[in-house]
Every structure is written in structure tokens, then in C-alpha cells.
């Protein structure tokens, strides 16, 4: 399913600014790895849950709607290009706080720069989180450091209409499957992440969406849920009132602000059709 274009937002807008970075790899407190980077600040995505929304306090942007503006790292590169032989070696997370394969990627070019230098350099590897099938463009790089690397897709909902609405201008689910396929065709370890898990709408057709990833050959699930914040819990909400008009509103800020057992409940749902799909591969909850 095609995204529906009057629920995107309006890219004639967007707010594209060329700035430059003192860092590029940058420590990370998340204990799957080293290092990030983020070859931008903000997210053309617009996805309305995103836990990155704070980033717009610490960027100038905080009269900016998320997904309205992104800021270009121009000379990342350039300081990657100086960091990465005087750092330690370990995991590098493309990327914590932004899509490294939103649509300006195609322009800029950023994360496949960033991946070639990290190539030269055995004491890293690379882990990919994206919701952008761009990551294909790139997969002639990913080949040549198969044994470490692994590439992840984010899926929160396998309904086509949820979906246009809470994630506008990121690939479609079908488009993420089918990408998956791909680079596991090509021998690279691929991953999919279900998050964040959204009351109702993450179990829209939740048993047939695994069946697919599983078809795709994906061998690990990861599980997560809604990180529940104050201005993103409203717009969230707004979100689902479109989606669904008859949902009752209150019952779901309650299952997204503090609803650990349905959580797990629904975690559980995923593991017992995941483990039915797919019996050799794994799953993991990470909240």
C-alpha cells in the first residue's frame, strides 16, 4: 500500500539547514553498543511518536514541528575521518536520535560516507536502524563487511492506513519486508525491531506481518514499548482519533502512559506468533 500523500507533511517546507559538527562518534550509554552517529539532527519521517522529539530543545528547533526541519552535519566526514583511528574500536549505531537513511540521505550521502570510512577500520562494526528502504542503495558497501555488520528495520504497525498516518514520509511496511529480503539474500544479518509497540494499533494484523518477516528470512525480533512523553503523548493521541474516531481516547492514554501489564501481555503475543513463524529464530523484549 502506497502512502496516502494529504496525511504527509508538506516537504516544500521543510527546513533544510548545512551546519557543522564538532564530533561525529559519539559515545553511547545503550548497552548494545560503543559509539553513534548521527549524520543529522531531526527527521524527515515526522513519525508522531518519535522519542528524538526532545532533540529539538538542544537544536534551536524548539518552535519547529518534528519532522518540519532537519539540520545537515556538512562536515562530518571530514571529523569522522580524524576520530575514527584515534578511538577505540566497538559497535557503532547508525543511528540513536535520527533516520541515518531519510530522504535527504539520497542528496547528502552522509551515512554511506560515514559507512565507507568505518570500512577501512576491522576494529568497528556497524549495527543500522532504519525505517527507510534507501539502506538498499548502499548495499554494495554492507557486502563487503557482511561479518560485521547487521542491518535493522523498525515496524510498528502492519496496517497500511495507521501507518500513512503515524510514520508519513517513511517507507511502507511492504517496502521494509521486501528490503529485509534483500540484504538477507545478499548474507547480511538482518533484524526487525517492533516499535514502539501501540496499543491496538501494533496488533492490526500482527499475526500476518510476522508470518511475512518471517518469509523474509528475518532471524531476530526485538520488542519495545511506547516511550511515553508529555507533548508526544498529545499528538499521539490526535493520531489515533484520526485513525480510529470511535477509540475511546482516555482508555488509550492510559494503556500508553502506564499499562506495563498489557505490554507485556501483548510482548507476549508477538513471541508466541513470532516463535510459530519462525521456530530457529529469536526474540527479544528490551523494555
Known amino acids: 500500500m502506497r502512502p496516502n500523500h494529504k496525511n504527509r507533511p508538506d ?18 550509554k545503550v548497552s548494545s553498543y560503543d559509539y553513534t552517529i548521527n549524520p543529522y539532527t531531526g527527521c524527515q519521517h515526522a513519525c ?33 575521518r580524524r576520530e575514527l583511528p584515534k578511538s577505540k574500536g ?26 565507507e570510512l568505518v570500512l577501512h577500520y576491522p576494529k568497528f562494526s556497524v549495527s543500522i536502524l532504519t525505517k527507510n ?17 547487521d542491518v535493522g528495520f523498525t515496524i510498528t504497525t502492519f496496517d497500511g492506513k495507521a501507518q500513512t498516518l503515524f510514520e508519513p514520509l517513511s517507507s511502507t511496511f511492504e517496502e521494509r519486508i521486501t528490503a529485509l529480503g534483500k540484504l538477507g539474500e545478499a548474507g547480511i ?9 501501540l496499543p491496538y494499533v501494533t496488533e492490526e ?32 493521541l490526535q493520531t489515533y482519533k484520526k485513525w480510529r474516531p470511535a477509540l475511546n481516547l482516555e482508555e488509550v492514554r492510559r494503556l500508553l502512559w502506564n499499562a506495563e501489564d498489557y505490554y507485556r501481555r501483548l510482548d507476549r503475543r508477538i513471541a508466541h506468533a513470532w516463535k510459530a513463524a519462525a521456530p530457529t529464530a529469536a526474540h527479544q523484549a528490551v523494555f
Not at 526532545?54 to 518552535?63: D, E
Not at 547508525?94 to 540521505?105: A, H, I, M, W
Not at 528502504?133 to 555488520?149: G, P, T, Y
Open 133 to 149: 528502504a534507501l539502506v538498499l542503495r548502499d548495499i554494495d558497501l554492507l557486502e563487503h563487511m557482511k561479518d560485521r555488520v
Open 90 to 115: 566497538g559497535i557503532i549505531w547508525f543511528s540513536s536520535v535520527c533516520d541515518p537513511y531519510q530522504p535527504l540521505e539520497r542528496k547528502y550521502r552522509l551515512t554511506r560516507g560515514a559507512i
Open 11 to 28: 516537504q516544500k517546507k521543510l527546513k533544510v539547514t548545512e551546519k557543522r559538527c564538532r564530533t561525529a562518534l559519539s559515545k553511547t
Open 189 to 197: 544479518d538482518t533484524w526487525a525491531f517492533i516499535a514502539p509497540m
Open 48 to 80: 508522531v511518536y518519535c522519542y528524538a522529539n526532545f532533540m529539538r530543545r538542544f537544536s534551536g528547533h524548539l518552535q519547529d514541528a518534528w519532522g518540519s526541519f532537519v539540520d545537515v552535519k556538512v562536515n562530518l566526514l571530514d571529523v569522522l
Open 205 to 236: 494484523k500482527l499475526e500476518e506481518g510476522l508470518t511475512r518477516l518471517a518469509k523474509a528470512g528475518v532471524k531476530r525480533l526485538l520488542t519495545d514499548r511506547y516511550n511515553a512523553r508529555g507533548m508526544i503523548i498529545n499528538q499521539t
